[in-house]
C-alpha cells in the first residue's frame, strides 16, 4: 500500500552527515548450512550512527547475516572487522555488537530490572551504577514503571521494550535487530516504527535491522541492504532504491513496478511501439517504470522538450483507493502495464498514456527465469 | 457437552476402585497403627497410641531411622552430582548423538532392580570381581570386606539406582530452556561458565527438585539393598518394618512406623511442590 | 534462536565426567553379561574359561521357567486392569469435573512416588480385611491398582495433545458418544495406550516391593531370583539377569521409538507424573 506522505527518513536525507565514518566491514563472507549456502560472498559496510536495514524474504539469508554479525555462527570464509578488531574471531560476549531477539528472550526467572541490569551484573559494576543506568534506560523506553514486574506478565510490544533497554543499556556500538516488530498487530508495530526510529537517533548507535517488510524498510531506515537467496541486490538508500532499482528483484520486491522487455539498437530502446534514448549498449534489456510515472498523456508536455514516451491503451480493471487510482492498462500488441494516477473521475475505454524517459531505469536480471 | 451418563460411565469405576483398593488400604495401614498384638499373635483392635509411643522410647528405632536418612541424604546428593552433568552434557553439547546418549542413561534404568544390585554384590565381594581384580593387580594383598555388606554397598547400589531416576527430569528441565536464552546471555557478556550459572541452573531447579525428592524418598524406604548387600550394619528402617511383618510378627507396629514414614513422605512432597512452584519460570 | 544447538566452547572435564558416569551405570551390566559366560562361575578376576553353561542350566531350571509364566501372566493382567481404568480416569480427568478430582489425581500418583513396601503393606492390610487368599491374584491386584497412574499419565497426556475438533465433528455429523468413543478419540489415543502397556508390561515385570508383601505359593520372577539369591549366589542368576537386560533393551528402544513416532519430545514418566503431582 502506497502512501502519498513522504517516509520519515527521506526528510533526513538532508541532514545526514557528509562523510559516513565505518563502523562495521564485512568482508567476503560464506555461510553455508550442510548443503544449503546460505550466503555467498556478502561484503558490507555499516557507518557509525546509521539505520541499516537488511531486507529480504525467508530463506534469504538475513537472518543468518545478523548472526554472523552478532557472533552466534562463524563465517565459513571472509572476515568481519570491527574499526581494527577483527570481529568474526571472537565470541559472542567478546564483541561489542548487542542483540534484540525475534522473541526477546528476556529471562524468566529475573525481573524486568534485573533483566536490564543482567550485562552489568555480569561485569560485576557496581551497585549505585547499575541502578542509575538501569533507570535510565528503562525511562528511555517508557518501562520504569514495569521494573519489578516480571517478565511473563508484560505484554508482548512491553517485554520488546524491555530487551531494548537491555541491550542498549550496554552502550554498544552495534545494535542488532531481528525482525522486532513482526510479532506485534499492525497499529502496534506502526507506533514502534516511529518509536524506533526517535529512539536510534536520540541514542546514536548504529542499528542494523532484519526485516521481511519493504515497507518497514523504506520507512525507518537510512540504508537498505537488499538480500536474495544469498546476495546482496542493492545496497542504497530507500530514495535511490525506489527511484533507481538496480535489478529486477530489487525493482518489483520493493513498490510496484512495470518491468518492460526491450530491444536496445543504435542507443534506442525499443518496446511495443515505445521508443527512448538509452545509453544501453545494444542487444535485449530490461527497464522499469513505477505506475505513477505513468500519466495520462497531456498536450502540454509535448512542447516542454522532454524526452516522453506515449502509449495508447485500452482501460482493463480500474481500482479506485481513495487518494490514487490503480489502472490495469493494455496496449494493442498485448503489453499489459499498472498505471497509478491521482483519484478523479473512472476512467475507461481507451486513452493515450505518457512517461517520461528518464522514468525508465535500465535493471539487471539476477533471477532466474 | 458430555451427558450425564457418559460422566458417570467414565469417571465412577475408576473413581470406585482407587478408593477401594488404595484409599482403603492406605487408611487400613493408619489405623491399623493404633491396634495392639498380644502374645499370642493375635491383633487386637484395641485403639491406643502405645506403638508410636514405642517408637519413641526404644532408641533403635530412632538410630536406624536417622541412619536411613543420611544415607537416603547421601544418595541423593551424589546421584545430583553425577546426573546433573550428565544431564547437561546430553541437552547442551551433545549435537546430533544427543538421542543416542539419552537412550543410553535410560536403558539401564529399564533393567531390574535386583539384577543390578545383585551385580553390586558380585562386584563387591570378598571373592567378587573387584576385589580379585585388586589383587590381581597387586594394589591389595587381601580381600577388603568392608566392601560388601555395610552402609557403603548400600549407598553404592542405591546411587547406582537412582542417578537416572535425578538424570530424567533434570534432562527435561534442561531441555524445556530456550537456546535463545543462553544466546541472549552471550550476547550479554556473559560467558559460558556465567551463563551456566545465573541462566542455566536456576532455570533447571524444578527438575533438581523433582529428582531429588524422588530419589531421596524411595532410597529412604528401599528394603531390598539393604537386604541384598547391607549386611547388619546396613540394615535401614523399611527392613525393621519387613521383620515386624514377618518373624518378629507386630504389625501394629510395623504399620506405626510405616504410618511415620508415609506422613514423614506426604510432608516433603508437599514442601517440595510448593518450593517447585516457586522455582519454576518457564 | 539457535538453529542446531548452541555453539560454544564444550569443557573437556564435562566429557570426561558423562563418559565416567556412563561407564558406572554400565558396569555392574557389563561384568554380569561377562561372567554369565564365565566357566569359574560368579566373581574372580580376570574371567576365564567361556561357557554356555550356566545358559544350558537356566534353559532346564522349570522352575524358574514357571516363575516366568506367572509374571507373564500377572504383568498382561495388571497391563488390562491398568489400562481398563487408567483410562476412563484419563478422560474423566480431562474432561469431567467431579468433587474431590484433585485429591483423586494425587490418590492415583502416590503408589508411584510411595516407597513400594507402603503400598504393598497397605494392600496386604487390605486383603487380610477381607479374608483373601494371597495368590497371583493378590498380586495382580497391587500391580494393576498401583500402575493406573501410569496409563492414567500417558492417557491424559495423549487427550492433551489431541484435537478436540474431530470428536465435536463426529457428534455434528449424527454419532453418539459412545459412537464417538470408538470411532475417533480411541483411534487416536492408539500410541498413548500402547506406550503405557510396554511401560506397565515391564514395571510389573520387575516388580518386588509390592509382590513382596502379597505373595502366595506361586512365584513371580523377581521373587524366584531373590529367594535363590538369599540361598547363595549362582552364575545361573547372571544368565538369567542377562537375558531380562536384552529383553528389557528391547522394550525400553520399542518404547522410545513409539513415544518420539508420536511427536513427544524426550520427556519422562517421572517429569510427567511431577508436572501432574503440581
Known amino acids: 500500500m502506497r502512501t502519498t506522505s513522504i517516509p520519515a527518513s527521506q526528510i533526513g536525507d538532508a541532514e545526514k552527515p557528509s562523510a559516513p565514518v565505518e563502523l562495521l566491514s564485512v568482508r567476503s563472507v560464506a555461510k553455508q548450512f550442510g548443503s544449503n549456502m546460505v550466503l555467498r560472498d556478502i561484503s558490507l559496510n555499516i557507518a557509525d550512527g546509521e539505520f541499516l536495514s537488511i531486507l529480504g524474504e525467508s530463506g534469504s539469508g538475513k537472518t543468518t547475516l545478523l548472526r554472523l554479525i552478532a557472533g552466534f555462527e562463524r563465517p565459513d570464509s571472509g572476515e568481519i572487522w570491527m574499526g581494527a578488531e577483527r570481529l568474526d574471531r571472537l565470541p559472542p560476549y567478546k564483541r561489542r555488537v548487542n542483540t534484540v531477539f525475534q522473541n526477546y528472550a528476556l529471562f524468566p526467572h529475573l525481573s524486568v530490572f534485573e533483566n536490564v541490569a543482567y550485562s552489568m551484573r555480569v561485569k560485576k559494576t557496581p551497585k549505585n551504577e547499575v541502578s542509575a543506568r538501569v533507570e535510565q534506560a528503562l525511562a528511555m523506553v517508557k518501562m520504569t514503571v514495569f521494573a519489578q514486574a516480571s517478565p511473563s506478565r508484560i505484554s508482548g510490544g512491553q517485554q520488546q521494550r524491555v530487551a531494548l533497554a537491555r541491550a542498549l543499556v550496554n552502550r554498544p556500538r552495534l545494535l542488532l535487530l531481528d525482525e522486532p516488530l513482526s510479532a506485534l498487530d499492525a497499529n502496534l508495530r506502526r507506533q514502534m516504527q516511529l518509536e524506533l526510529k526517535a529512539l536510534q537517533r536520540e541514542v546514536g548507535v548504529a542499528f542494523v535491522f532484519v526485516t521481511h517488510d519493504q515497507e518497514e524498510a523504506m520507512i525507518m531506515s537510512d540504508r537498505i541492504a537488499l538480500l536474495r537467496a544469498g546476495m546482496l541486490e542493492q545496497v542504497a538508500t530507500p530514495r535511490e532504491i525506489y527511484t533507481r532499482p538496480a535489478t529486477t528483484y530489487a525493482a518489483q520486491f520493493i513498490g510496484q513496478t512495470n518491468l518492460l522487455q526491450v530491444e536496445v539498437k543504435n542507443h534506442i530502446a525499443e518496446c511495443a511501439g515505445m521508443r527512448w534514448a538509452t545509453s544501453e549498449p545494444d542487444g535485449p534489456a530490461t527497464f522499469s517504470v513505477r505506475p505513477e510515472c505513468i500519466v495520462p498523456a497531456s498536450s502540454a508536455t509535448l512542447t516542454t522538450g522532454v524526452d516522453v514516451v506515449r502509449f495508447h491503451a485500452r482501460m482493463l480493471t480500474e481500482v479506485f483507493q481513495g487518494a490514487m487510482q490503480l489502472l490495469q492498462v493494455e496496449t494493442a500488441s498485448g503489453l499489459r502495464m499498472i498505471v497509478k494516477t491521482a483519484g478523479g473521475k473512472a476512467r475507461s475505454g481507451e486513452m493515450d498514456f505518457e512517461f517520461s524517459a528518464a522514468d525508465a531505469v535500465s535493471v539487471r536480471n539476477t533471477q532466474r527465469t | ?282 | 534462536m539457535s538453529r542446531n544447538g548452541v555453539a560454544h566452547e564444550r569443557p573437556a572435564w564435562l566429557t570426561v565426567h558423562a563418559v565416567a558416569v556412563l561407564g558406572f551405570l554400565y558396569l555392574p551390566i557389563v561384568v554380569l553379561i561377562v561372567y554369565s559366560f564365565n566357566g569359574g562361575g560368579v566373581g574372580g578376576f580376570p574371567p576365564r574359561d567361556l561357557t554356555l553353561n550356566w545358559y544350558q542350566q537356566l534353559a532346564q531350571d522349570s522352575a524358574l521357567w514357571d516363575s516366568v509364566l506367572n509374571s507373564l501372566i500377572v504383568a498382561l493382567a495388571a497391563m488390562a486392569i491398568s489400562i481398563g481404568l487408567g483410562l476412563p480416569a484419563a478422560l474423566a480427568l480431562d474432561r469431567v469435573s467431579f468433587p474431590g478430582k484433585a485429591l483423586f489425581r494425587r490418590l492415583v500418583l502416590l503408589p508411584l512416588i510411595l516407597p513400594g513396601i507402603i503400598t504393598g503393606l497397605s494392600l496386604l492390610m487390605l486383603v487380610v480385611l477381607i479374608g483373601l487368599k494371597l495368590s497371583l491374584t493378590t498380586i495382580i491386584l497391587g500391580h494393576g491398582t498401583a500402575l493406573i497412574s501410569v496409563a492414567t499419565t500417558e492417557i491424559f497426556a495423549g487427550l492433551q495433545k489431541a484435537d478436540r475438533a474431530q470428536e465435536e465433528v463426529s457428534l455434528d455429523l449424527g454419532a453418539n458418544y459412545w459412537q464417538t468413543f470408538w470411532r475417533v478419540t480411541l483411534p487416536n489415543l492408539k500410541l498413548p495406550i500402547v506406550g503405557a502397556a510396554l511401560l506397565i508390561f515391564t514395571l510389573s515385570m520387575d516388580e518386588i516391593a509390592v509382590s513382596f508383601f502379597l505373595i502366595g505359593r506361586d512365584n513371580t520372577l523377581p521373587l524366584e531370583i531373590w529367594s535363590r539369591l538369599r540361598r547363595g549366589m549362582t552364575p545361573e542368576i547372571n544368565a538369567v539377569s542377562t537375558i531380562i537386560f536384552v529383553f528389557s533393551l528391547t522394550m525400553i528402544v520399542l518404547w522410545y521409538r513409539l513415544r518420539t513416532r508420536g511427536g513427544e519430545e524426550t520427556a519422562d514418566i517421572v517429569a510427567t507424573a511431577r508436572e501432574e503431582m503440581v
Not at chain 2, 552430582?81 to 550428565?86: I, V
Not at chain 2, 537412550?103 to 539384577?115: A, K, R, T
Open chain 2, 1 to 282: 457437552m458430555f451427558s450425564r451418563a457418559y460422566k458417570l460411565v467414565v469417571a465412577l469405576p475408576p473413581i470406585a476402585w482407587v478408593v477401594l483398593f488404595l484409599l482403603t488400604p492406605y487408611v487400613l495401614l493408619f489405623a491399623y497403627s493404633f491396634w495392639a498384638v498380644t502374645p499370642a499373635q493375635q491383633i487386637v483392635h484395641s485403639w491406643n497410641v502405645q506403638n508410636y509411643a514405642e517408637l519413641l522410647r526404644v532408641p533403635v528405632y530412632l538410630h536406624v531411622l536417622l541412619r536411613s536418612v543420611r544415607i537416603a541424604g547421601s544418595v541423593t546428593l551424589l546421584a545430583l552430582l553425577l546426573g546433573y552433568p550428565l544431564a547437561y552434557y546430553v541437552s547442551f553439547h551433545a549435537g546430533n548423538r544427543k538421542e543416542l546418549l539419552y537412550q543410553l542413561v535410560i536403558i539401564p534404568l529399564w533393567v531390574s532392580y535386583l539384577v543390578r544390585a545383585y551385580a553390586w554384590k558380585t562386584i563387591l565381594g570378598s571373592e567378587g570381581v573387584l576385589n580379585t581384580l585388586l589383587q590381581y593387580l597387586h594394589v591389595t594383598r587381601h580381600p577388603q570386606e568392608y566392601l560388601l555388606y555395610s552402609p557403603f554397598a548400600v549407598m553404592l547400589t542405591l546411587v547406582h539406582i537412582y542417578t537416572p531416576f535425578v538424570f530424567l527430569p533434570i534432562y527435561a528441565a534442561l531441555e524445556h530452556i530456550p537456546r535463545g536464552l543462553v544466546e541472549a546471555s552471550h550476547d550479554l557478556g556473559a560467558s559460558p561458565m556465567q551463563t551456566f550459572w545465573r541462566v542455566i541452573v536456576p532455570l533447571s531447579i524444578p527438575g533438581m527438585i523433582a529428582g531429588a525428592t524422588f530419589s531421596f524418598v524411595l532410597s529412604l524406604g528401599d528394603f531390598l539393598a539393604p537386604l541384598l548387600v547391607g549386611g547388619p550394619s546396613g540394615i535401614m528402617i523399611s527392613n525393621i518394618v519387613v521383620s515386624l511383618f514377618g518373624t518378629a510378627y507386630n504389625w501394629p507396629l510395623g504399620a506405626a512406623i510405616s504410618a511415620c514414614m508415609m506422613a514423614l513422605v506426604l510432608a516433603l512432597l508437599f514442601a517440595t511442590e510448593r518450593l517447585e512452584k516457586k522455582w519454576r519460570f518457564t
